[in-house]
């Protein structure tokens, strides 16, 4: 049985930073908790339509800052900045909403020092080397009914049209075709190495939910260091 890990974890000593900048020996699971809330509700405001790349959350004692990735910044940002404020109440809402009861921990000065939010949106200039917008994509062709042969291989051309980019696999897994057996494949095109560390490997996985069921896709881009 093969030994796998996440591409960007087996890089962060090397390669990859850390996609929450933070610490704190107190309140460190209430924080994760709350990381991980800010992330759902970014999602769950914006969806796969705001072409979204990555998420970064940096802490320190006045504020929290989010900065947000993306190929579409005029999506979220809005008419004279709406967006970023409607997005920010949101979070709020979210963050207060939680309490973080799973935790049993109610903490009033807790919660007050988590509504300081900042939001800076930054401009992904070649979406098409992005392993996370590869893959969005992807997943929204094949919840369209788009065959998922010609989806993945005009991603991949895509991609490779970029001299950025070195190789990409994409892998799929689930009832491709609407078949009753699901089946897992894979399609590369230039060179992965998966187990150089200093190679900068952009990897992402994502769920398209069709109506046959749900479809995993995974996708490794292999960039220019």
């Known amino acids: 049985m093969g030994q796998k890990v996440n591409p960007i974890s087996f890089r962060l000593s090397v390669k990859k930073n850390w996609r929450s900048k933070w610490f704190n020996d107190k309140k460190y699971p209430l924080l994760v908790a709350q990381d991980i809330i800010i992330r759902k509700a970014i999602s769950k ?13 940096e802490r320190n004692p006045q504020e929290t800052t989010i900065n947000i990735h ?24 979210e963050i ?17 020092f988590t509504t300081k939010i900042k939001i800076n949106i930054i401009e992904v200039r070649n979406p098409e080397t ?9 997943a929204s062709q094949l919840e369209k009914r788009i065959a998922y042969r010609r989806a993945i291989k005009m991603a991949i051309e895509k991609a490779m049209q970029n001299k950025e980019v070195k190789g990409i696999k994409v892998g799929v897994a689930g009832r491709l075709g609407g078949v009753e057996i699901a089946r897992r494949e894979k399609f ?4 992965i190495p998966l ?3 200093r ?9 398209a939910f069709t109506t046959f069921g749900t479809i995993g896709i995974k996708v490794w881009v292999y960039k220019n260091n």
Do not use: M, W
Not at 45 to 57: D, H, P, S, T
Not at 74 to 90: A, H
Not at 97 to 112: A, P, R, V
Not at 130 to 138: E, H, K, P, R, Y
């Open 45 to 57: 405001k914006l969806g796969r339509n705001a072409g979204i790349n990555l998420i970064e959350i």
């Open 130 to 138: 992005c392993s996370a917008l590869i893959a969005q994509n992807i």
């Open 188 to 191: 590369s095109k230039g060179s």
């Open 96 to 112: 207060q909403k939680s309490k973080f009861s799973l935790l049993g921990i109610h903490d009033q000065k807790y919660l007050d």
């Open 70 to 93: 993306t190929s579409k910044p005029g999506i979220i940002i809005g008419r004279s900045g709406q967006g970023v404020n409607e997005l920010k109440d949101s979070i709020i809402k």
């Open 199 to 207: 190679s900068n490997i952009d990897y992402t996985q994502l769920d």
């Open 195 to 197: 187990s150089t560390f």
